[in-house]
């Protein structure tokens, strides 16, 4: 069966804290790994898409890297302002849906 | 702002009750998507519509049931309304029907269900 493990559940950071998400999936044929942020009672808002082992993107202060078991989001130097919920989802070849994660959920304290 | 326009923003009902809840793709995308969070679990995928026709189905119960319109907006109509109902509601959409390469999904910012 396809899934998605993130770990940790929860993360408490000091701002200037650098750590990493991690994501790790059992798909056969991925066809993308999706990463969102989500803060409370919104939508999840997109970030990063990756779909081959050794790619990496980067956005500010976050890094997504990817290899064939799992997915890292790196946080570096975070601030406040990054406290939310970090999802990660999979595309499997045999449907159009994204399955999430359970998600880790970050707080960044000043 | 993702593009993706959702209402109503919170809605509380009765049990028993019939609600529908409504659903604009950012302009351009074809393709829609039906996701429910409620607190105990994490996005549970719905439904998938692409230019009217359903394309997928998730953990969907009988008692709710979708449509896609020809100007692409989308409605999820749930009925018989229980007290487990109550979650947030996600309407998300995507240019393609299949989320491979370049296909994003972009999702809007919930309605609120309350089931009373």
């Known amino acids: 069966e396809d899934q998605v493990t993130q770990s940790p559940e929860a993360l408490r950071l000091q701002e200037g804290e650098s750590s990493s998400l991690n994501c790790s999936y059992t798909?056969?044929?991925?066809?993308?790994l999706f990463w969102y942020r989500q803060d409370p009672g919104k939508g999840p808002e997109f970030l990063f898409t990756?779909?081959?082992a050794g790619e990496e993107k980067e956005k500010e202060r976050l890094k997504a890297t990817l290899t064939k078991k799992e997915s890292f989001l790196h946080i570096t130097a975070p601030k406040p302002e990054d406290s939310a919920t970090y999802l990660c989802?999979?595309?499997?070849?045999?449907?159009?849906?994204?399955?999430f994660g359970e998600g880790t959920q970050l707080t960044v304290n000043p | 702002d993702s593009g993706v326009t959702q209402t109503p923003k919170h809605l509380i009902t009765a049990t028993g009750q019939r609600v529908t809840l409504r659903c604009s793709p950012r302009?351009?995308?074809?393709?829609v998507y039906w996701y429910q969070q409620s607190l105990d679990q994490g996005l549970q995928f719905l439904i998938q519509?692409?230019?009217?026709?359903?394309?997928a189905k998730g953990n969907i119960l009988e008692r709710f049931s979708a449509q896609q319109f020809p100007d692409l907006h989308s409605e999820l109509n749930l009925s018989s309304l229980e007290l487990g109902d109550s979650a947030l509601y996600f309407c998300?959409?995507?240019?393609?029907?299949?989320?491979?390469?370049?296909?994003?999904?972009?999702f809007g910012e919930g309605s609120w269900l309350t089931v009373v």
């Open positions: 998300a959409s995507s240019v393609r029907d299949n989320p491979g390469a370049g296909n994003t999904i972009y």
């Open positions: 798909v056969s044929g991925l066809r993308g």
């Open positions: 990756l779909y081959s």
């Open positions: 989802a999979v595309v499997i070849p045999s449907g159009s849906r994204l399955t």
């Open positions: 302009s351009g995308d074809l393709s």
């Open positions: 519509y692409y230019n009217g026709e359903e394309r």
